[in-house]
């Protein structure tokens, strides 16, 4: 296997604003190659060589590979109180099993949904309190506008490695030290 790609992380810190500290920041992968040898038990090829970057990889010894997935954010603190929102996102790519997409007696003609596994963005809010007593409460809100995966022709309609069916969840959690 080679794999090559640039990593990206940074952060900035506007220090006081309003009476606390405000930050953003991001982090992202962007995959340049990942390049798998053929796969061969004695002389037989179980798997042919293949580049995975930018393909669903279906069945073969790679997952789903998008060439770019990154965050950025943006947080504010005031003094116990800390809130952030986040912003994550999923390049495209595509699913390379030509078979599925050609006209057969079933389908009729093409059918392409599915054959491009579209971008995705997604939106989270988490705020936290440092109460009293040593309690800290934290409140999240997951895709905050309700976002379905994008569609994958596969068993659940979504590539779970890059998409989740939940749509919008709320998160509590309370925390005491003693």
């Known amino acids: 296997m080679k794999t090559s790609g640039i990593d990206v992380l940074a952060d900035y810190d506007f220090g ?5 500290d ?3 920041g991001l982090s992202a992968s962007y995959t340049i190659e990942y390049k798998v040898d053929p796969f061969k038990i004695g002389d037989v090829t ?6 995975a970057v930018g393909y669903l990889n279906y069945q073969l010894t790679a997952t789903s590979l998008p060439p770019l997935k990154g965050s950025v954010f943006a ?9 952030r929102w986040t912003v994550n996102y999923i390049d495209s790519y595509v699913d390379q099993r030509a078979s599925i997409f ?7 003609a093409i059918q ?3 054959a491009k596994i579209d971008d995705t963005w997604l939106h989270e809010i988490d705020y936290r309190w440092l109460a009293p007593w040593d309690v800290t409460v934290n409140l999240s809100i997951d895709n905050v506008f ?6 994958a022709r ?11 069916a939940l749509g919008r969840t709320y998160k509590i959690a309370v925390k005491k030290k003693f």
């Open 16 to 20: 006081d604003v309003w009476g606390g």
């Open 22 to 24: 405000f930050r953003v």
């Open 46 to 51: 179980i798997e042919k060589a293949f580049d």
């Open 75 to 83: 947080e504010y603190t005031h003094g116990n109180h800390n809130l």
């Open 102 to 108: 050609a006209p057969n007696a079933v389908n009729g």
């Open 112 to 114: 392409p949904n599915g």
């Open 146 to 151: 309700d976002s379905e995966p994008s569609f």
């Open 154 to 164: 596969l068993d659940l309609n979504y590539d779970p490695f890059t998409g989740n």
